[in-house]
């Protein structure tokens, strides 16, 4: 059985066990990568994209149940907030999220992985690290309550370090057993939690706002898709994110600034064998501005005051120094040179819409280098692009409110 095989039948246990889960984690990209040690489930709120990406050699070696357990593990990390939470970053947390996680899904006879933490493999653990007797912690409790329990384990052992080697010494135990622990012989605690290399942590607040908005979504599709009732760990968890679409909307505006100057901070690193009319290119490119190609609908109408509110959007953006090429589309595209104040010289095209046209357009031509991304306005609907037709990062204006894919990242236009 390949990775992908294994992935799927993985997948479809899920669906036959917790369909809602199944729902959240069917629609995500996914890809084969040594990226990630293990397994990682990501939501991007910025460029609205999910992905799901596995380490092909560790997953290689698990069962479709331990599969379907580490799965149901990342999923449950994302729920729970605790990608982006305070203490991402210091390898306590690692820990203390996984036992939150892995005690929920253990009660619900998930398979999990072998080596997965569990309180009493981190007491029996503890207890040889710290050189006394640890007593298991209780299941079931939240990542801050086994962060906090993890610490003070760890301060009562170094005060009573400290008190036996008597005054003046007291910072060269914990200097030691730090050093050890990041040798790392392999069998330190700190060397078995699951590394969440991929957690961020340092978002920006308006991005992690962004990304919980973005679970939320998600979440509330996969609740409408399952339709079943759900057991009461995950009522009572999605019940509380989506919390967060109650609150007033981020503009649309804003998001569109969000998606420009995101694009615009983009690491680019061109491939190393490619040479330019300077040698060879740089390694890694910071963009402190951006170029992109705006395309217009122009098969239907969308309507006047909303494309003049999207226009003066873009004249602010480009006043703050981001390019803006336009074009416009219906079954076919024409580029018709740099954005300017109200562009006028759109002019209606005949037949239906073609959604796929500009991103067909950009492969055809070779242009998909030249732009850091695709925005498109549309009042209308047609069949939308699959993930693999999207050759740059876009971001689409809608002036209605429509259900594109999750894919799709769509903004609607207000006044
Ligand atoms: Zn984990």
Redesign the pocket.
């Given at each position: 059985m390949t990775v992908l095989e294994l992935k799927n039948q993985a997948v479809l246990t899920l669906l036959r066990r917790q369909p809602f889960m199944f729902h959240l984690i069917a629609p995500l990209r996914y890809e084969e990568t040594d990226e990630v040690p293990t397994a990682a489930v990501l939501f991007d709120g910025v460029s609205n994209e999910s992905w799901l990406k596995v380490n092909p050699n560790y997953v290689a070696g698990l069962g479709i149940l331990e599969l379907e357990g580490l799965l149901a593990?990342?999923i449950m990390?994302v729920l729970h907030d605790?990608v982006v939470a305070p203490h991402v970053g210091d390898w306590v947390w690692?820990i203390a999220?996984?036992l939150a996680?892995n005690t929920i899904l253990l009660k619900q006879n998930y398979v999990l992985p072998e080596g997965a933490l569990t309180p009493e493999s981190v007491a029996k653990q503890l207890s040889e690290e710290l050189q006394k007797p640890i007593a298991a912690p209780p299941s079931l409790e939240s990542a801050y309550w086994y962060y906090r329990w993890l610490h003070e384990q760890k301060k009562s052992a170094d005060e009573k370090q400290s008190s036996c080697g008597g005054s003046g010494n007291s910072g060269e135990p914990d200097e030691d057993n730090n050093q050890s622990q990041s040798n790392g012989k392999g069998n330190s605690l700190q060397d078995q939690?699951?590394s969440?290399a991929h957690w961020t942590g340092e978002q920006q607040d308006q991005d992690s706002e962004l990304t919980k908005r973005f679970v939320a979504q998600q979440v509330q599709k996969a609740l409408e898709q399952s339709k079943g009732s759900l057991p009461g760990y995950l009522e009572q968890l999605t019940r509380s994110l989506l919390k967060v679409l109650e609150e007033p909307k981020i503009s649309w505006s804003k998001l569109l600034k969000r998606f420009v100057g995101f694009r615009a901070g983009v690491l680019l690193k061109p491939s190393s064998g490619r040479e330019n009319k300077y040698g060879q290119v740089p390694r890694i490119v910071f963009r402190p501005s951006s170029k992109f190609v705006v395309f217009v609908d122009v098969s239907g109408s969308v309507d006047d005051r909303l494309a003049s509110r999207f226009f003066s959007e873009l004249e602010g953006l480009s006043r703050q120094g981001h390019e803006f090429d336009i074009g416009q589309f219906a079954i076919d595209v024409v580029i018709t040179g740099k954005f300017r104040k109200n562009p006028e010289y759109l002019r209606r095209m005949r037949g239906g819409t073609d959604f796929k046209a500009p991103f067909r357009f950009l492969s055809n031509h070779n242009l998909s280098k030249n732009y850091d991304g695709v925005i498109i306005l549309t009042d209308g609907e047609a069949d939308w692009p699959q993930p693999e037709d999207l050759v740059l990062p876009s971001l689409w204006v809608l002036s209605q409110e429509l259900q594109p894919p999750p894919h799709i990242n769509s903004i609607v236009i207000e006044d």
């Open positions: 593990h990342e990390h605790h690692n999220a996984d996680v939690a699951d969440h």
